[in-house]
C-alpha cells in the first residue's frame, strides 16, 4: 500500500503546492522559495475554494444588484483615509504590512479608538500582546470614551465564531502570522497556515459583511512575509514605512480596488501614539540651511499629492584613487547616469570626485521629476553658487541634457505658491499644461544649460 504523504512544498512567493523539491518555482519562477510543510488530511471543501463573494449560486445582472448606500466609514484621521480611498468600504480586507517595532498596532488601535469614539462597533484581536499590554498602550493613547471589546486569542476557528456572535463593524487581527486553523497542521506562521487564515478571513469580510483589517510582518526584502497570495487576495495593501530611529512614519497604499494606488499618508511617532502630519511638505522642508551650496528644494508627487523637499548634494576631490558615490532616498543608479549627463553634457569634471545625494527627511524618491533637482544640486555644490531659497525645480532630464515635461503641473506650482516659492525653474513643455494664473515666476528650461546659466545668473546678481 503506497504510503500517504505528510508534507508537501510550498512556494513562499506565490503559495502554490508541489510534490517535491525544487530550486526554482514553476509556477512564479522564483528561485530558492520552495518550503517543506506538513499537510493533513485534505478537507471535502476548503475556505480557498469558497470566498463567500456571492450568496445565491445563479449568475445575476448588474442591475438587478442592489447598492444599498455603502457608506465608508471615516477613521478620524485624515491620512488614513486618504490612503483607505475615502475611509473604511464595509466588507473590504485590508492587509497592514511593515516592519516590527514600526507603528502598526499602535496606528491600527487609535483607528479602533476613533471608531468607537463615533459609537461603531469594534473588535481588535490580537495573537502578539496580552490584555494588559493592549491596555496599557491604550493608557497611553489618551480618552478611550467607549468600550472597545479586546480579544486575545489565536485560533481562527473561535475567532470566527466571535465575529459571527459579536457581528461588529470593523475587526482587526494582530497579527496574520500569529494565527492558525486546527485543518491544517503547518505551525503558525508558515504559508499553508497564513494562506489558509486570509481565506477564513476573506469568507468571513465579505459573507457578513465586516471590514477586517490584517497586520503581517514584513520580511528582511520588504514583502510580507508568508505568501505573496496574501497580496493578491486581499482588497487593500498598506504599507507603513519610516525609519526606526526617525520619528515620521509613511503609511503607503500599494494596491487598493476601492481608491488610487500610491497615495501617501504621513504621521509622527510621538509620546501618545501616532499624530497626523497635516503638512508634510514644510516639515520636509523645515530646517533648510540659507545661502549653502548644494541644496536645492523639488517639487515631487506621491500619488496625488504634491511634496516639496530639500535634495542635497556634497562633491568633493577624492582622497582614494577610486571616487566614492553615496545616495540616499533616490535611485543610485539614477544618480550615476545623471552625473554622467553631466560631465559629458555640461563638461562637469567630476571623475576624481566622491560625491553624496541626500533627500533630506527621510523620504525615498521614486519620481524622474527629481532628475533637475538632483543635477542642480551637484552643480550648485561643484561651482559652490548657492540657489537662492525661493527657488523650486522640477523635471526629467533626458541623456543628451534635455529637460523634459512631467505630469500635474498646476499642482506642483499651486503647492510651491502656497510655501512661499516666488520663482519655480521648470521644463518648458510644462508651460503648455499650466492652467490658470500663478503668482511665480515661471523659468522655463529646454535644457540643463539653461537651467544652470540661470543658477548661475543668479548667483552672480545675489553678490552684486
Ligand atoms: P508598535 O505599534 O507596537 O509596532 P508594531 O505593531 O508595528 O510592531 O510600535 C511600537 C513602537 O512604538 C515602540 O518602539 C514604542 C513606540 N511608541 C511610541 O513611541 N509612542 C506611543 O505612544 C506608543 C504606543 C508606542
Ligand atoms: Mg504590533
Redo the contacts with the bound molecule.
Keep these: 500500500m503506497a504510503k500517504e504523504k505528510t508534507t508537501a512544498f510550498f512556494c513562499s512567493e506565490c503559495g502554490n503546492e508541489f510534490s517535491k523539491w525544487m530550486g526554482q518555482c514553476p509556477a512564479c519562477k522564483s528561485w530558492n522559495t520552495l518550503v517543506e510543510e506538513p499537510v493533513g488530511p485534505k478537507k471535502a471543501k476548503s475556505h480557498a475554494q469558497g470566498s463567500g463573494l456571492q450568496s445565491g449560486k445563479a449568475p445575476v445582472t448588474l442591475k438587478e444588484i442592489d447598492l444599498n448606500a455603502q457608506d465608508v466609514i471615516g477613521t478620524g484621521m485624515g491620512e488614513l483615509d486618504r490612503v483607505l480611498g475615502g475611509g473604511i468600504v464595509p466588507g473590504a480586507l485590508v492587509l497592514v504590512g511593515?516592519?516590527?517595532?514600526?507603528?502598526?498596532?499602535?496606528?491600527l488601535l487609535q483607528m479602533c479608538r476613533n471608531l468607537c469614539n463615533s459609537d461603531k462597533k469594534v473588535l481588535y484581536v490580537s495573537g502578539e500582546e496580552s490584555l494588559t499590554q493592549i491596555k496599557m498602550?491604550a493608557e497611553?493613547?489618551g480618552d478611550f470614551k467607549d468600550a472597545l471589546s479586546l480579544y486575545c486569542e489565536t485560533d481562527l476557528a473561535d475567532i470566527e465564531a466571535t465575529i459571527r456572535k459579536m457581528k461588529p463593524e470593523v475587526v482587526i487581527i494582530?497579527s496574520i502570522q500569529t494565527m492558525y486553523t486546527q485543518e491544517i497542521t503547518s505551525a503558525p506562521g508558515s504559508v499553508s497556515q497564513v494562506r489558509e487564515a486570509c481565506a477564513i478571513l476573506l469568507h468571513l469580510a465579505k459573507s457578513l459583511p465586516v471590514s477586517v483589517f490584517i497586520?503581517g510582518h514584513v520580511t528582511k526584502e520588504g514583502t510580507v512575509a508568508g505568501p505573496r497570495v496574501l497580496e493578491h487576495m486581499v482588497d487593500t495593501v498598506l504599507y507603513?514605512e519610516g525609519d526606526r530611529y526617525n520619528a515620521y512614519r509613511i503609511l503607503r497604499g500599494v494596491k487598493n480596488r476601492f481608491g488610487s494606488t500610491g497615495e501617501i499618508g504621513v504621521f509622527e511617532?510621538?509620546?501618545?501614539?501616532m499624530r497626523e502630519v497635516v503638512n508634510p511638505s514644510e516639515y520636509m522642508l523645515s530646517g533648510r540651511p540659507a545661502g549653502a551650496s548644494g541644496s536645492v528644494s523639488i517639487c515631487t508627487m506621491e500619488g496625488s499629492r504634491p511634496f516639496l523637499i530639500e535634495i542635497q548634494a556634497l562633491v568633493c576631490r577624492t582622497a582614494f584613487g577610486m571616487p566614492r558615490r553615496q545616495v540616499t532616498g533616490i535611485d543610485y543608479n539614477r544618480v550615476n547616469l545623471l552625473m554622467a549627463v553631466l560631465e559629458k553634457r555640461m563638461g562637469l569634471k567630476t571623475g576624481d570626485c566622491d560625491a553624496y545625494v541626500n533627500v533630506a527627511g527621510g523620504m525615498k524618491l521614486q519620481e524622474r521629476a527629481a532628475d533637475l533637482g538632483v543635477c542642480l544640486a551637484i552643480v550648485s555644490c561643484y561651482e559652490d553658487i548657492a540657489i537662492d531659497e525661493s527657488v523650486v525645480v522640477f523635471g526629467e532630464v533626458g541623456l543628451s541634457g534635455e529637460v523634459r515635461s512631467v505630469g500635474n503641473v498646476s499642482g506642483r506650482i499651486a503647492e510651491a505658491g502656497r510655501l512661499g516659492f516666488t520663482t519655480c525653474i521648470l521644463p518648458k513643455s510644462a508651460l503648455k499644461q499650466l492652467k490658470g494664473e500663478t503668482r511665480l515666476n515661471l523659468v522655463g528650461v529646454e535644457t540643463l544649460t539653461e537651467a544652470i546659466q540661470y543658477i548661475r545668473k543668479n548667483q552672480r546678481k545675489a553678490e552684486d
Aim: with cysteine; aromatic share 0%.
Design positions: 511593515g516592519d516590527p517595532g514600526i507603528g502598526k498596532s499602535t496606528l498602550r497611553r493613547l494582530d497586520v507603513l511617532m510621538c509620546q501618545d501614539g
